[in-house]
């Protein structure tokens, strides 16, 4: 079952509002990730790098929960419990590219924000999540 993202809070997953996404791991303890992300529609997209504590746990279990504090009013957040429908390497360099230049300026992210030696040594993965629980203060 979807949740929506009310309207009031989407500018908090639009960027560049650092987020926080929490993962479980195999031994069911909870694994936090400080991330960038945008929305597609009622859609979260998130991007890492195939290997990672958080890409092996999503693999594992794709339930995930993200929580965007406003960076003006630490009491103004959402949080939204969802589950990632969606795991493609397809578009995830563009994907990483566009998040680079919304959080930091830099564009590529290769050669921009990261070093470009560092694109030949990673996989990056693009991760859709579908909202199943949406909590905003």
């Known amino acids: 079952m979807s949740a929506t993202i009310p309207d009031s809070h989407k500018d908090l997953l ?8 929490a993962t479980v791991m195999p031994n069911s303890q909870p694994q936090l990730s400080v991330v960038w992300c945008n929305r597609d529609g009622d859609h979260i997209l998130l991007n890492s790098a ?3 504590q958080k890409d092996r ?10 929580l965007a504090v406003d960076p003006e009013d630490p009491y103004r957040f959402i949080e ?3 589950e990632v429908v969606e795991i493609t390497e397809e578009g995830a360099v563009d ?4 998040l680079s230049r919304l959080y930091t300026g830099k564009y590529p992210y290769y050669g921009g924000f990261a070093p470009a030696e ?3 040594k990673e996989t990056r993965v693009l ?6 629980r949406v909590r905003v203060e």
């Open 118 to 120: 560092r694109q030949n």
């Open 57 to 66: 746990n999503i693999a594992a279990n794709p339930r995930v929960t993200l």
């Open 95 to 98: 994907h990483i590219s566009e």
């Open 14 to 21: 639009d960027g560049p509002v650092v987020v926080t996404v």
């Open 127 to 132: 991760y859709r999540i579908e909202p199943t």
């Open 50 to 52: 195939r290997g990672r």
């Open 80 to 82: 939204v419990r969802g």
